[in-house]
């Protein structure tokens, strides 16, 4: 036990070190995958329909022709919606900005499972979510939000906040949604104008997501404005090519890291066996099997490469709640399934070990 206290204490630094790099490989792994993995998600939330016009009735029309054309299988929704100024709180202190209403029964025909507003209040859709937002939603929610049209006005109740958009975020205006009953109470107290006030957005979904691209491309004649993304396809597209370059130089750092890691316990386990060949042939004639030495041999590399490992997922899990705050999609299963891909492998590191102890016992004689 002497010889092995000892050796422990010499090797604290190189096993802090090897944790280190553990800690850094993990956080840079999850977040690789994590990133490739949410892209579609992240897209959705901003972008939850694949085309919009607004109030642009020949264009759709000219477009659905062409996915028809095309063969291009598609849903064709319309939404109507309310754009007006708006104050959230207190109308002295808050600035008056643009407000686009949505009816959730019409929202509702995309997704099911969509959250539906009680009858008297409302959903903030606030998109991207700040991570350096001091104010949580429990200290903001219920939010009194003022509506005015003129010298009147029409107060309502925001219960929740969402991070994600309602519609495509390149709609003008802070998306809240209601619902159709009270939409039309606020039209009738304001006494909106349809052709001022009244937004029309006509929706495309295409069904088959191989046909993407090529709906993309019939959409591309329709872009006013070269700059925008007005669409899915294209918004993921681009962010794909944006995080491209983090995702390669994550992943590429950690496979360096993880080959640093898992070599750097290897070679030093190999010269602590060969250290050891003495020890093993006076075990071997002293009686002890060759199961009974691999058995000792087995639990010191699970100490040796199991407290690196432990230490370091810990600390990459901290890391890695820390890059959840920027990003609007659940990340919990693909940064798991990184950090299990990650000790599969460091773990194979530890049965090439074992081989070779084994080797090294088995020639003790």
Known sequence: MAPMMHRLKENANS??????????????????????????????????????????????????TELEKAGIAFHQESIEAVRLKGTFGNKKTGEPSTLLLLPAEQLQERDAEFIMPQLDEAIWYKGQKNALEMKTDGETSPLTIELEKGNRSFEIQAVRSIDRYAVNFIVS???????????QRIREKLFLEAEEDIVTMITYQIKMKSDQAAASNLYAKYVKNEKSTPDFYTYAEESMRKFGLIIFTAAFLGLIFLIATGSILYFKQMTEAEQE??????????????????????????????????????????????VATLILTDIIFPATVAMCIYALIYLLFAALTVGYYRKVVADAL
């Open 15 to 64: 096993l802090t070190l090897i944790t280190v790099l553990s800690a850094m490989t993990l956080t840079m792994s999850s977040v690789a995958y994590s990133l490739y993995y949410s892209v579609d998600r992240e897209s959705r939330a901003m972008m939850p329909y694949d085309f919009m016009f607004q109030g642009s009735e020949q264009e759709a029309t000219s477009f659905r």
């Open 173 to 183: 205006g802070r998306q809240l949604v209601v619902s159709e009953a009270l939409l």
């Open 277 to 322: 060949k003495s020890s093993y042939k006076i075990l071997r004639q002293l009686g002890f099997s060759e199961r009974e030495i691999m058995g000792g041999i087995v639990r010191k590399q699970l100490y040796v490469f199991a407290i690196p490992l432990g230490i370091g997922v810990i600390h990459s899990i901290f890391a890695v709640k820390t």
